[in-house]
């Protein structure tokens, strides 16, 4: 068995919506009122959660978006790429990895309601790594890309957003 199929078998990893694999580790079990919240939030959200996130090296994070901040840490297989279009359409490739001599990072903070996606260095290897989001993530608040609508609004970044987006 490849370390990739162990780490799925191991963390119990199940597929995500944007690709390849997930699972929960932590949800806070202390919440935050709506009332507290930012308007951007439609209800109460746990102050963090913390999720197992695996690529194999032919897949790819789509692009996406969530409500809130989003920190990934690198734990295991190649170096990933990951693009990040801030609201004014600049792109940002940030390589979380262990690699200081290659430019890499071990964390990166992906800020709220910006467009990103990742994809592995290594296309034949995987990575795997972490994300922890606060306040903590909740379905409603993720928005997975479509092809059209982002090529109108960033079209300088047509092809990377092609090659991210299945819809």
């Known amino acids: 068995m490849n370390k990739s199929k ?7 990893l199940k597929p995500h919506p944007e690709g390849g694999y997930y699972s929960e580790v932590y ?31 032919n897949q790819f994070s789509a692009f996406h978006k969530i409500k809130s901040d989003e920190l990934w840490h690198f ?17 940002e490739i940030v390589k979380l990895g262990i690699g200081i001599e290659e430019n890499e990072t071990p964390q990166v903070v992906i800020p709220k309601n910006v467009w990103f996606a990742a994809q592995p260095i290594d296309s034949s290897g995987y990575t795997l790594v972490g994300c922890t989001v606060a306040p903590g993530f909740d379905f409603i608040d993720f928005e997975l890309g479509k092809r059209q609508t982002l090529i109108q609004k960033y079209p300088q970044h047509e092809k990377i957003i092609s090659k991210f987006t299945s819809i």
Do not use: C, H, M, P
Request: aromatic share 10%.
């Open 75 to 91: 734990y295991d297989g190649s170096a990933i790429n990951i693009y990040i279009v801030s609201e004014n359409g600049v792109l």
């Open 6 to 12: 162990q780490w799925i078998s191991k963390l119990n």
């Open 27 to 57: 949800r806070s079990d202390e919440i935050i009122s709506s009332a507290s919240l930012n308007k951007r939030y439609s209800g109460s959200r746990s102050i963090s959660t913390s999720i197992y996130f695996l690529l194999n090296g």
